[in-house]
């Protein structure tokens, strides 16, 4: 499939709904998760890191992947992707983006209208009396000391708001709504083999889109899959369609 396919669709759609997940991102340096160079595949973390029950057991595990991801956060950038998807949105094209990532970078790329299924770093909350924090406060915290937060009112564990395996998203309901309301879904860098999210363009009614550089796990009817370098093909569609991003 070549991009021209696709810079058409684009021209020719008023409400578009961007899924996306790690693979947008993975050309800023973040990796992704089942891919060669993948969390889980090369096996640095392992897979509990985002398992709920094993983070109430012991929470150290998150947060050794936690001290280091926070560690770059503040030096990355966001990909052409991003910036190429907040232009579309600046056009009035793009009306939502639904995102599993929780690395920010859509808002650091002036994207407005984010639907974070997966949660993020924002804030956080102790375990045991629920009391909520701000957790930019508490990312300091960690890179200093290294340590687990602690809640000062009652010393129980600290958690992001992010979404572990076990927990149920966030905004589901929503990210639906937004999906049967599209002429086209436009999926980026996901596989759509994590669930519930990879039920998500199922309710889109109209053109899918699927734009990732690996293997996709789902296969829809009414969807074009486009297995291309993520950033190099949205750069040849943007050229087509005069679109000015942030970063050009």
Request: some cysteine; glycine content about 6%.
């Given at each position: 499939?070549?991009?021209?396919i696709?810079?058409?669709?684009i021209?020719?759609?008023?409400?578009?709904?961007?899924?996306?997940?790690?693979?947008?991102?993975?050309?800023?340096?973040?990796?992704?998760?089942?891919?060669?160079?993948?969390?889980?595949?090369?096996?640095?973390?392992?897979?509990?890191?985002?398992?709920?029950?094993?983070?109430?057991?012991?929470?150290?595990?998150f947060?050794?992947?936690?001290?280091?991801?926070?560690?770059?956060?503040?030096?990355?950038?966001?990909?052409?992707?991003?910036?190429?998807?907040?232009?579309?949105?600046?056009?009035?094209?793009?009306?939502?983006?639904?995102?599993q990532?929780?690395?920010?970078?859509?808002?650091?790329?002036?994207?407005?209208?984010?639907?974070?299924?997966?949660?993020?770093?924002?804030?956080?909350?102790?375990?045991?009396?629920?009391?909520r924090?701000?957790?930019?406060?508490?990312?300091?915290d960690?890179?200093?000391?290294?340590?687990?937060?602690?809640?000062?009112?009652?010393?129980g564990?600290?958690?992001?708001?992010?979404?572990?395996?076990?927990?149920?998203?966030?905004?589901?309901?929503?990210?639906?709504?937004?999906?049967?309301?599209?002429?086209?879904?436009?999926?980026?860098?996901?596989?759509?083999?994590?669930?519930?999210?990879?039920?998500?363009?199922?309710?889109?009614?109209?053109?899918?889109?699927?734009?990732?550089?690996?293997?996709?796990?789902?296969?829809?009817?009414?969807?074009?899959?486009?297995?291309?370098?993520?950033?190099?093909?949205?750069?040849?569609?943007?050229?087509?369609?005069?679109?000015?991003?942030?970063?050009q």
């Amino acid at each position: 499939m070549t991009p021209e396919i696709l810079a058409d669709i684009i021209k020719s759609s008023k409400y578009i709904v961007a899924l996306t997940g790690a693979g947008i991102s993975t050309n800023a340096g973040i990796p992704d998760f089942r891919s060669k160079q993948g969390i889980y595949t090369t096996k640095k973390y392992r897979p509990e890191i985002f398992d709920i029950e094993y983070f109430m057991k012991d929470p150290s595990l998150f947060y050794d992947y936690a001290y280091d991801f926070f560690s770059f956060e503040k030096d990355i950038s966001p990909t052409f992707a991003h910036y190429f998807l907040a232009a579309l949105e600046k056009a009035g094209k793009l009306k939502t983006i639904i995102t599993q990532n929780i690395d920010g970078l859509h808002q650091k790329a002036g994207s407005k209208n984010i639907i974070e299924i997966h949660g993020g770093f924002d804030t956080g909350y102790c375990t045991l009396c629920l009391y909520r924090y701000n957790f930019s406060e508490i990312k300091n915290d960690i890179l200093k000391r290294r340590k687990i937060p602690k809640c000062q009112k009652c010393k129980g564990v600290i958690k992001p708001n992010v979404v572990f395996f076990g927990e149920p998203v966030k905004d589901m309901e929503k990210a639906i709504s937004e999906a049967r309301k599209s002429d086209l879904m436009l999926v980026i860098g996901t596989s759509l083999t994590v669930y519930p999210a990879a039920y998500i363009p199922e309710s889109a009614v109209n053109k899918i889109a699927i734009l990732n550089k690996g293997e996709i796990g789902k296969k829809y009817p009414n969807a074009i899959i486009f297995q291309e370098d993520i950033d190099t093909f949205l750069k040849n569609i943007s050229e087509m369609l005069n679109i000015h991003t942030h970063n050009q």
